[in-house]
């Protein structure tokens, strides 16, 4: 690990302005991917500024049907949230299944958004549920956030404040996934909005997407096993050591199967 000066304010604004003058700085949230980083020496940021003591990144609450989760709520408090298991109960179970109990309870819902692993789950329902990432400077809809392999649509100096979902129990987050880090080798999260179905995958490519072909193919009456006819773009997918982009292509079909099952419709 590179030698770094540590903060830690204890207001939004203070964590922007320390932004502000340290361009060469760093936010640490749960610190599940960031401190790995530093202590591979992948990056070597001039401060590290912690945003575990800004009260104001906590907390869950209503305001016009969306469900607003503090971007500091770790796994662990969305999975065990009562309004969350109420309102949003995919995002929960979705939670729940990140990791193990140590990554739960420190990983928070905007660091997991902010790093925007190809593999991280949050994303995919983000993108199948229309969220809006809210930041320091503005509301972003998770259709434009999410650019690509570790990237977002975030400005140096941006901090996600929080996100916000439409309240739905029409959705289900389901996760073939990898057995030694929990990660998706494929997720597909399946969403049944008023204006319509929404499938986003994640795990399967560079970063997650949309399978509009699959949406379609249940507005137009199909079901789950309908989608093994339904093309899938080839160039959004990837192979590893894990698995090759043909197998997670199969995959993508049975999991987004098991996940339109999963919502009873
Ligand atoms: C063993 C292991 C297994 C895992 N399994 C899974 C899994 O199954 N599914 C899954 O989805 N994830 C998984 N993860 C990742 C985990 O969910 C972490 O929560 C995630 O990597 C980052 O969240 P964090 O709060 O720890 O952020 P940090 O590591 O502290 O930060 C990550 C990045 O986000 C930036 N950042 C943090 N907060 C903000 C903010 N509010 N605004 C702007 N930028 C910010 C940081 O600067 C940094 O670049 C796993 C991680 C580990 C170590």
Redesign the pocket.
Known sequence: MYAFDYLRPDRIEDASALLAEHPEA????????????LRARLAAPSHVIS?GGIAA?KGVTLADERLVIG??Q??AQVASDPQVLALLPSVAALAG????V??RH??????????N?P????PAALLALGARII?TQRVIEADAFFTGMFATA?KAG????AVSFPRCDRAHYE?F??PA????LVGVCVASLPEGSRIAVTGAGFGVFRWHAGEACLDAGGTGNDLADVPLDADCFTGDLHGSADYRMHMTRIIAARAFAALGR
Do not use: W
């Open positions: 760093s936010l640490l949230a749960g610190g599940q991917t960031m401190l790995p980083v945003l990144l971007a500091a770790t796994h299944g990140i990791g193990d140590q990554v420190r990983g928070t819902i905007g660091g997991s958004v902010a790093n692993d593999a991280a789950c949050y930041t975030l941006e901090i996600i404040t996760k996934r990898n880090s929990r990660f998706a």
